[in-house]
């Protein structure tokens, strides 16, 4: 069964780091271009970073840029996302994310994907 799986979350002051992972079981990840979400309470689920599956092009949002990091491990099978500097309005759960199909092109809209993972909660304390 093909399944996604984040960690990494937790509680952290702000102006720190986390690093949250995305394993993934039952597939390649490195054939697929995919994508980090979060959702904070009371808010739709939002763009947060994506990797083209060759790992030569990234997008960040712009409320993240400069401070998140999107990278993957092809050995480890694995997605990474480094949140540095982090702020309160950070605090949500983030989830990964995977097309159905492989090989294809850079997206930011949480209807391009079609397999998600559980969640990690990330909370911001100020």
């Known amino acids: 069964q093909v399944q996604l799986v984040e960690s990494g979350g937790g509680l952290v002051q702000a102006g720190g780091s986390l690093r949250l992972a995305c394993d993934a079981f039952?597939?390649?990840?490195?054939?697929?271009?995919m994508g980090w979400f979060r959702q904070a309470p009371g808010k739709e689920r939002e763009f947060v970073a994506a990797?083209?599956?060759?790992?030569?092009?990234?997008l960040y949002a712009d409320s993240v840029k400069g401070r998140f990091t999107i990278s993957r491990d092809k050995d480890k099978n694995t997605m990474y996302l480094q949140m540095n500097s982090l702020k309160f309005e950070d605090t949500a759960v983030y989830y990964c994310a995977m097309p159905r199909r492989s090989w294809g092109p850079i997206m930011t809209a949480s209807n391009d994907y079609d397999y998600w993972g559980q969640g990690t909660q990330v909370t911001v304390s100020s």
């Open positions: 990797i083209y599956w060759t790992g030569s092009n990234t």
């Open positions: 039952g597939l390649t990840l490195s054939r697929y271009s």
